[in-house]
């Protein structure tokens, strides 16, 4: 089946520190990587993703590249600041109609401090 | 725009008792999805809804059920509460439930079972 493996926080950085979140997957085929945030007490927004192999997605100054020769999609930003302290999920989606859903990791928890 | 909107935002019930949580996606979205999430065991599937059909359905006992509307709003319910239940309730929207669509959140529902 598919699953989704995400470095396991909490991660303490000051701002204006460079930011990675590793995240592996495990799917078969070609799925689709996402990366979505959850700030206290809100739902999950999404915050990039990307459809096939070799892909970048970016928004708000952070990236991911679907790298499918290492199965990876990790998360970078080069500075971070207070207001990126959330929690982050790495998910996938591979396959639609009747499979349809997405399959996520645990989360991330980022702290930014001033 | 209108996104995602979910009621009520916070509930709290007994043990034994039924729950029934309503989700309007953004207009024109036909697929909506449920997810629970807990501290212990994250973001998990619940079903998916398309066209008033439910294609798939998570690893979740039969107390958990759901339905689609013609206008593509949608419920779920709970019935006979454990205390286990108690969680927040993402619903979530897409256009086509291709594998590369985006599932848009809504600020989810939070379940209290006492």
């Known amino acids: 089946g598919n699953s989704v493996t995400q470095m396991e926080g909490p991660v303490t950085l000051s701002e204006e520190a460079f930011l990675t979140i590793n995240c592996t997957y495990t799917a078969t085929g070609y799925p689709s990587l996402f990366w979505y945030v959850q700030y206290p007490g809100e739902g999950l927004q999404l915050l990039l993703k990307?459809?096939?192999?070799?892909d970048k997605g970016s928004n708000k100054g952070f990236e991911a590249t679907y790298r499918k020769e290492t199965t990876s999609f990790h998360l970078e930003k080069g500075s971070v600041q207070v207001s990126d302290s959330a929690v982050y999920f790495c998910a996938l989606s591979n396959g639609g109609g009747s499979n349809y859903k997405l399959t996520f990791g645990k989360g991330t928890l980022l702290t930014v401090n001033p | 725009k209108a996104g995602v909107t979910q009621t009520p935002r916070y509930l709290i019930k007994t043990r034994g008792q039924q729950v029934t949580l309503s989700c309007s996606p953004i207009s024109g979205h036909r697929s909506v999805s449920w997810y629970q999430q807990t501290p212990g065991q994250g973001l998990q599937f619940l079903f998916e809804?398309?066209?008033?059909?439910?294609?798939n359905k998570g690893n979740f006992p039969g107390r958990f059920s759901g339905r689609q509307f013609s206008n593509s709003r949608s419920e779920m319910n709970v019935s006979t509460l454990e205390l286990g239940d108690s969680a927040l309730y993402l619903c979530a929207s897409s256009l086509s439930a291709s594998s590369t669509d985006t599932q848009y959140f809504g600020p989810g529902t939070r379940l209290t079972v006492l």
């Open positions: 809804y398309f066209s008033e059909t439910q294609r």
């Open positions: 990307a459809t096939k192999a070799d």
